[in-house]
């Protein structure tokens, strides 16, 4: 069983191959003159006035808390799902109650406005 | 050797399909437009692709100052291995899959989610204000649409009973043909789904992480030459890779949509399954370009909302829907 996973591995490892080949290809063939201000920042024709690393919109890191919840859920549903057809009546009930909860908070969080952009 | 043999055998047609995506999207888009599209490399145009590429290898590659040179050259890279390697438990006909695994679903829920690693490490790695605030947009966005298409997924699991591709095009087998398939029950989840997949690879009408118009190119704003190549190169595969999985899990795999129905069963019989399924995959390409070249692009606000506020919601019904159906042994799908 487990041997059905090698070529899983080694596509993984071509996969890579198949990234670096064409970065190290356009290294070799390329010319490369550089100069101060071909390899300044990208800032629509201005010097660049500060470091690009800024305090960015505190929304985009709820987003990233609400999906680590949610994947999860989905991660606990995945195995139920497979067996649900042997579960049966109870199973069903069982994940009904469950999706009952994560359906509570979700509600929560969008009148809260977690879900807002405007 | 076998398995690079194979694996070769799947990533070269990959790649040209790429090239000539490109090819595509550029004559669909220009005849919607009544254009003519590229028509001057080689016979209408057929060696565009080709000379694109030469191109592209022998322009320089800029490396910025202030950029983590590491990362910066690691992005591109991290972002093709997954949209590659998915590929390796698609089944392509019955029997002709890389590798028969049972957890199939679950390693495709996996790479298509490293995929945004590339684009937070690209934009980070640059340095430069565009490609930064193009990365959050994009990561925010693609794990948003993460959870809906997760949601998906495991409706189909339900209706299938298995996390092998292969199984899951076994149990739309029937005698009814087309309407066997699992896009009549589970309809809402198809759509989510390809809308969802549509979302991932931050194509049009959700490409605000690109927005030529006003963050000029999102987070490859600092790539070039070969390694601008690369980001392309992974998001027409991750393109190619949806609308193949959409066919798997929804059109029936490689299924012939006139299985039983008498008369036209036996007429298409000869057919292979694989140019079936790569019949499905080619229509699903042609919605992609077809929405480019139709829809303006969304507000950043008006995208999440469709993720969170529309389509978590309708999946999470579904959820519940397709427990009854399975449940209630629901002919012709579920008996």
Known sequence: ?118 | MQITLKIVAIVVPIMLSVAYLTLAERKVIGYIQVRIGPNRVGPRGLLQPIADGIKLAFKEIILPTNANLFLFVLAPILVLAPALAAWAVVPFDEGMVLADIDAGLLYILALTSVGVYGVIIAGWASNSKYAFLGALRSSAQVVSYEIAMGFALVVVLMAAGSLNLQDIVLAQKGELGFINWFWIPLLPMFLVYFISGVAETNRAPFDVAEGESEIVAGFHVEYSGMTFAVFFLAEYANMILISILTAVMFMGGWLSPFEGIPGLGAMFDWVPGIVWLLLKTAFLLFLFLWFRATFPRYRYDQIMRLGWKVFIPVTIVWIVVTGVFVLGNIPPWFD
């Open chain 1, 1 to 118: 069983m487990l041997e059905n996973y090698l070529p899983i591995l080694v596509f993984l490892v071509m996969g890579l191959l198949f990234g670096i080949g064409p970065v190290v290809a356009g290294f070799i063939l390329a010319p490369n003159k550089p100069d101060s201000e071909k390899l300044s920042p990208y800032e629509c024709g201005f010097e660049a006035f500060e470091d690009s690393r800024m305090k960015f919109d505190v929304r985009y890191y709820l987003v990233a808390i609400l999906f680590i919840i949610f994947d999860l859920e989905i991660a606990f549903l995945f195995p139920w799902a497979v067996v649900m057809e042997e579960l049966g009546m109870f199973g069903f009930m069982a994940m009904l109650m469950f999706l009952g909860i994560l359906v509570i908070g979700f509600i929560y969080e969008w009148n809260k406005g977690a879900l807002e952009w405007e």
